[in-house]
Structure formats: structure tokens, C-alpha cells
């Protein structure tokens, strides 16, 4: 995807990249690890209608889980959310399905390149090829140009297309798009993971010279 095309995806614009800090700041807090909509509203500054918009899109993407609130009590149950992480108990079915997608389609890419043009999967194994494969395409779908490094586990993403935001904004929408990543990664199953974004610039541009993610092997490779 070109940088010039529009950008569709979760961190398309501020106000979802709020919702999705709400949501992943809630799991990693001392709480039930999800939030209303009011609960959004507080965090976010953001009216009822519009958080309630990016949730849609947000759970169509496969990046945010709704459920109904299981009550003991009398009340009408509320709708809560949390943001897709890959965990047993925060899955999305729509993530593991798009992952199963990528994979088909970077099988079929894999078989049309001659053997010295396509993507190696012998050193990081089928596994972590499939959760390149939903990492490129989520990468893609955000408006990036990814370049993958499979033997240093990098992914360079520069020019970033999100780089002319507030200088200030930026370690909350890396922040984010880091928990995103994991999740597809974790969506897709397989020994990467991924670990950091480091991003560096010019301040009185906003514009990083590079920004670049690195993975890493998890523990599982040794099985």
C-alpha cells in the first residue's frame, strides 16, 4: 500500500488510537481488564456516538472484543470491551481468520516467486512465516510500507505516514500500534513476538528518520 492512499486502519486517527490505549491500559491496570462506554467517554474525552463508531470498526478489524456484562444482580447487563491481545480469554475470532487469510495468500505469493525471489521460510519455520504474513498485511492495512528483515527480526516501517501528527502524540500511538502488533502476532500463532518500536526524528518536524520494529524468538522455539 501506497503512502499517498488512504489510511483505514485501527491507528487511522487519534481519537481510535485513545480508545485503544483505554483498553489496553485497562488490562494492564488492577481491573477486569475491560470498559464501557462511559468508562471510554471518561478516558477519551470522546462523545458516546464517535467512541461508539471506532468500536465498530474496531471490532470489524478484529482488534477489539464485545461481550455482555454477566450479572448476579438485578440491572440491565452492560456492554463491555477489551482489545483483542490473542490471551485465551481476550481472542478474536475475525483476527485468527484474517491470520489464516494472510497465511493462504503469502502461500500462494510464496509458489508463483522463483525460489531466489521468495521469502525464506526455512530459518524462522512455517509457523513464523504465516505470522509474518498477518503482520505485513495488518502493516499494510495501517497505511505502512513494511520492509522485513528476517534474519535480523526487524520490520522497518520509515517513512512512517502517521509521522505528521502531534510530537506529542507519538509515544502513545507507537505505544498502541506496538499492542497491536503483538496481537496479531499472538492472533496468528507462532514463536515471534514482537518486542519494541523505536522511532527517532527531528522534533521541529515530527518527522522520524526511521522507525523500525524489532522481534524477537519466543521461548517456544526450543520445543
Do not use: W
Not at 503512502?3 to 486502519?9: D, L, R, W
Amino acid at each position: 500500500m501506497a503512502n499517498g492512499a488512504p489510511v483505514c486502519g485501527p491507528i487511522s486517527t487519534f481519537s481510535r488510537v485513545r480508545i485503544l490505549h483505554a483498553l489496553f491500559e485497562s488490562g494492564t491496570a488492577e481491573s477486569r481488564g475491560t470498559c464501557t462506554i462511559g468508562e471510554l467517554c471518561e478516558a477519551t474525552g470522546l462523545h458516546p456516538n464517535t467512541v461508539r463508531e471506532h468500536l465498530q470498526r474496531l471490532i470489524e478489524g478484529g482488534y477489539v472484543l464485545q461481550a455482555t456484562e454477566h450479572r448476579t444482580t438485578r440491572g440491565r447487563p452492560r456492554t463491555l470491551y477489551r482489545a483483542a491481545t490473542g490471551a485465551p480469554e481476550a481472542s478474536s475470532p475475525i483476527a485468527r481468520d484474517k491470520a489464516k487469510a494472510a497465511a493462504h495468500r503469502g502461500d500462494l505469493l510464496r509458489r508463483m516467486l522463483p525460489a531466489s525471489a521468495s521469502p525464506s521460510a526455512s530459518a524462522l519455520g512455517r509457523d513464523a512465516t504465516y505470522q509474518l504474513d498477518a503482520l505485513i498485511e495488518h502493516l499494510e492495512e495501517s497505511g505502512f510500507e513494511p520492509v522485513v528483515d528476517d534474519e535480523q527480526l526487524t520490520v522497518d516501517l520509515t517513512p512512517c505516514p502517521h509521522a505528521a501528527g502531534r510530537l506529542e502524540d507519538r509515544p502513545m500511538l507507537c505505544s498502541v500500534h506496538l499492542g497491536l502488533m503483538q496481537g496479531v502476532l499472538a492472533e496468528a500463532g507462532g514463536p515471534l513476538a514482537a518486542e519494541a518500536v523505536r522511532a527517532s526524528g527531528l522534533p521541529e518536524d515530527c518527522a522520524p528518520l526511521e522507525c523500525t520494529v524489532q522481534l524477537r524468538l519466543t521461548e517456544m522455539t526450543a520445543a
